[in-house]
């Protein structure tokens, strides 16, 4: 099983920028597909976005499209999630999972980061 740690977040005006990562564990994480979710207070966990192993494939939700990225880097072992125009609503702590890409995308992968809180301030 991959461990993740998530890291990047922070405090934000509307409007701002921030770039979070998710570095994995063993380099058998090249292999998986990634994801992100995130989570309000009083709400349930959201699907983000994702990208296939390889990088050449992502999917996002319609909520961030246009204003979110994700990349990846599997020399470094690492995905990103490029945060651009952020609205008080993006406010949540966001995760990163690992797993096939079908798993990932219902959000039932085992690999889960703990998380790192992004507030966005309007």
């Known amino acids: 099983q991959v461990q993740l740690v998530e890291s990047g977040g922070g405090l934000v005006q509307a409007g701002g920028s921030l770039r979070l990562s998710c570095a994995a564990s063993t380099r058998t994480y090249s292999s998986y597909g990634m994801a992100w979710f995130r989570q309000a207070p009083g709400k349930e966990r959201e699907f983000v976005g994702a990208?296939?192993?390889?990088?050449?494939?992502?999917v996002y939700a319609e909520s961030v499209k246009g204003r979110f990225t994700i990349s990846r880097d599997n020399a470094k072992i690492t995905m990103y999630l490029q945060m651009n125009y952020l609205k008080p609503q993006d406010s949540a702590i966001y995760y990163c999972t690992a797993g096939s890409f079908g798993t990932i995308l219902l959000g039932t992968a085992r690999s889960w980061g703990q998380g790192t809180q992004v507030t966005v301030s309007s």
């Open positions: 990208i296939e192993w390889s990088g050449g494939y992502s």
